[in-house]
């Protein structure tokens, strides 16, 4: 299920997301969008993208929505699989993009026009029947039907405009050679049957250890590679959000205003699935097709299959399927349709419904009603959220003064005294290295780097803490001595020796015009694999990424053997048995389509590249560790 999941996950790519037209059932599970302008709430903002802002419930939101939506394709969906997927942070980065191209767009005075958003809501197939628009009166019902209110959605409608807009303009100047399209197209289509052995480090023995002047010699060829990165040192002070956590009270009614208030959090969206029998009739043969719908009714009414009669007589595009409508499509049926489904409870079967253009039975085949946690289920929860956010800004009170209280005396020690506090030696670390206990993400050593000597940091935001470090010494960037380094040393030249041993071993077998290399692998203790289709940038599980395999593989004579290759920890030769090439008279007949997929591609990199670069200029803010938290409340109710 993973592998499928991924799949699906990566057909929707961060920048494609965005632009495409905006997944309408999305739209009906959180209407209205998040982060309006106007709408301050910087104290719960998980990001802040110019006046765009969204906040932990929007978010809630939105994530609690995606899962519903994957539950409905994968059942058995739980936290830790949405985890490995790491969907939570692949909706953050859409989002952030999203925000960025909107403020680029106002920037460059971009607007969505009301013909432009009609044109958008007539495209919609919600709002289509057999492929004509329902009119804006039911297109209205519609959006009532999902409590959505139409100022709100068309307001989402004009922001996608304005997606669309910004991203066009941003990659006009975007182009592709031809030359570069056919030699990806190569790339693309050509297979070679190859096969290859392996020898492996671990398995060549040394008869002895290098001696001594093996090793000074080793060690003055390559001395550039032992230099000894800068190294910093300083003093600080932390404390844990859980170690002030169990000082906090929270009340009950504390507790009851926070459910009030986010009530949306511990909401289960209503599930209705339905099937559809469509019979579409004339002026000339409705009487005939009414006639028709109303003996299937009877043939149900007597307990024959709903599915059966459905693949068998109904004219839409669902009969193949039994005429199942899944859990939301169902919702782009007529407004009478929609009205009867909401009448019926599980298991009922609609009456004939005229729908003026034929005529429909509907089957509701499952019903839940939307469900709402109660208190009593969701009160631990509610409680420890409270607790370690009062704990957290408490944290962050405290650390804050201290860090003024050691500026202004330029003594944190000092001030750490005062506080009551202990204070550590961070010890040498090198930029991004972890602060074991304290900091397993290294934003300690970070800081470290970051400030003059003897200066003392902001309050530095942890997972579990809050700390403040002031920065005592450093150790240079330096040429390592032999003696600082000798055990590493004296790794990487066994390792070199070993290598050298087993590319010997290839070689000797490369020259032997061996034929049966399975049986050569057998009998030497080595690795050997046949892979009947090998592409382009293949992973292959013995060689890893070898840069020279590639080449090889669509170079070599066939049943010539390669030179020994060297791949991840050993070396490999290689034979190739038999190769498939693509014409360009191939090329040529799907060069069109084969263009416009390298165009977008090359537009989805650039706008990738460019929004990365914006990240960094402009002010984007995101709170990770609100973010972290808000993803960890919800990925908590679905279980693990």
């Known amino acids: 299920m993973l592998k499928s999941m991924r799949k699906n996950l990566k057909s929707l790519s961060p920048i494609l997301w965005i632009v495409i037209a905006t997944f309408i059932i999305a739209i009906f599970a959180v209407w209205g969008g998040a982060g309006r302008l106007g709408e301050s709430r910087q104290a719960n903002s998980i990001i802040q993208v110019g006046n765009h802002e969204l906040s932990a419930q929007e978010f809630a939101q939105i994530l609690n929505q995606r899962i519903s939506a994957m539950k409905n394709q994968y059942p058995d969906l739980k936290a830790d699989l949405i985890r490995q997927l790491n969907l939570p942070q692949q909706i953050l980065q859409q989002l952030v993009q999203q925000y960025l191209l909107l403020d680029i767009a106002r920037e460059l005075g971009l607007k969505a026009s009301d013909k432009e958003i009609q044109q958008k809501i007539v495209s919609y197939p919600v709002f289509q029947r057999e492929g004509k628009f329902v009119g804006f009166k039911e297109y209205q019902q519609i959006l009532d039907w999902n409590h959505i209110p139409v100022q709100k959605f068309e307001q989402s409608l004009a922001e996608e405009i304005l997606l669309e807009k910004v991203t066009r303009l941003l990659t006009a100047g975007c182009t592709v050679s031809e030359n570069e399209v056919w030699e990806n197209y190569k790339n693309q289509n050509e297979t070679a049957k190859i096969e290859y052995l392996v020898v492996t480090i671990d398995k060549i023995q040394l008869d002895s250890n290098p001696s001594e002047n093996e090793l000074q010699s080793y060690f003055e060829q390559n001395k550039q590679k032992y230099r000894v990165p800068e190294r910093r040192q300083g003093k600080y002070v932390f404390l844990k959000i859980d170690d002030l956590k169990k000082e906090i009270t929270v009340s009950d009614g504390e507790i009851e205003k926070y459910y009030k208030d986010n009530i949306n959090q511990f909401k289960e969206p209503a599930k209705i699935k339905v099937s559809r029998i469509y019979l579409p009739y004339s002026e000339a043969d409705k009487q005939q097709i009414l006639n028709q719908g109303e003996q299937l009714k009877g043939h149900l009414s007597e307990g024959e299959d709903f599915g059966l009669l459905a693949r068998t007589y109904s004219k839409d595009d669902r009969a193949s399927n039994g005429g199942d409508w899944g859990y939301y499509d169902w919702q782009s049926l007529s407004s009478t349709e929609l009205e009867a489904i909401n009448q019926l409870e599980?298991?009922?079967?609609?009456?004939?419904?005229?729908?003026?253009?034929?005529?429909?039975?509907?089957?509701?085949?499952?019903?839940?009603?939307?469900?709402?946690?109660?208190?009593?289920?969701?009160?631990?929860?509610?409680?420890?959220?409270?607790?370690?956010?009062?704990?957290?800004?408490?944290?962050?009170?405290?650390?804050?003064n201290l860090a003024k209280v050691a500026?202004?005396?330029?003594?944190?020690?000092?001030?750490?005294?005062?506080?009551?506090?202990?204070?550590?030696?961070?010890?040498?670390?090198?930029?991004?290295?972890?602060?074991?206990?304290?900091?397993?993400?290294?934003?300690?050593?970070?800081?470290?780097?970051?400030?003059?000597?003897?200066?003392?940091?902001?309050?530095?935001?942890?997972?579990?803490?809050?700390?403040?470090?002031?920065?005592?010494?450093?150790?240079?960037?330096?040429?390592?001595?032999?003696?600082?380094?000798?055990?590493?040393?004296?790794?990487?030249?066994?390792?070199?020796?070993?290598?050298?041993?087993?590319?010997?071993?290839?070689?000797?077998?490369?020259?032997?015009?061996?034929?049966?290399?399975?049986?050569?692998?057998?009998?030497?203790?080595l690795e050997y694999k046949i892979v009947e289709t090998y592409k382009h940038g293949q992973y292959l599980s013995l060689i890893d990424e070898a840069a020279e395999l590639e080449q090889l593989v669509f170079s070599l004579p066939l049943n010539q053997v390669s030179e020994p290759i060297s791949v991840g920890n050993g070396y490999a030769v290689v034979r190739v048995l038999d190769r498939k090439e693509v014409s360009r008279e191939d090329f040529e007949k799907v060069k069109g389509e084969e263009m416009a997929k390298a165009l977008s591609d090359a537009q989805e990199m650039f706008l990738y590249s460019y929004l990365q670069k914006a990240i960094q200029e402009r002010k984007v803010k995101v709170n990770y560790d609100l973010f972290?938290?808000?993803?960890?409340?919800?990925?908590?109710r679905f279980g693990e």
């Not at 003026?356 to 939307?370: D, H």
């Not at 972290?628 to 908590?636: G, H, I, P, R, Y």
């Open 407 to 525: 500026r202004k005396a330029r003594n944190l020690e000092e001030a750490a005294r005062r506080e009551g506090l202990s204070i550590q030696d961070t010890g040498w670390l090198k930029n991004g290295d972890p602060l074991p206990g304290v900091d397993s993400s290294g934003v300690i050593s970070q800081a470290l780097f970051e400030l003059k000597e003897g200066e003392i940091s902001s309050p530095i935001f942890t997972y579990e803490s809050v700390a403040v470090v002031q920065f005592t010494q450093k150790d240079l960037e330096h040429q390592a001595s032999l003696e600082e380094i000798r055990t590493h040393v004296l790794e990487d030249l066994i390792k070199e020796k070993k290598r050298e041993l087993a590319q010997a071993r290839l070689n000797s077998i490369r020259l032997s015009q061996e034929t049966n290399w399975e049986e050569v692998a057998r009998i030497n203790n």
């Open 346 to 400: 599980a298991g009922q079967i609609s009456g004939v419904i005229d729908l003026g253009e034929g005529v429909a039975i509907l089957k509701v085949t499952e019903k839940m009603p939307e469900i709402t946690r109660s208190l009593a289920e969701v009160k631990a929860m509610i409680q420890n959220h409270l607790q370690e956010e009062k704990a957290r800004d408490k944290v962050s009170q405290r650390m804050e």
């Open 628 to 636: 972290s938290k808000t993803a960890d409340e919800v990925l908590n």
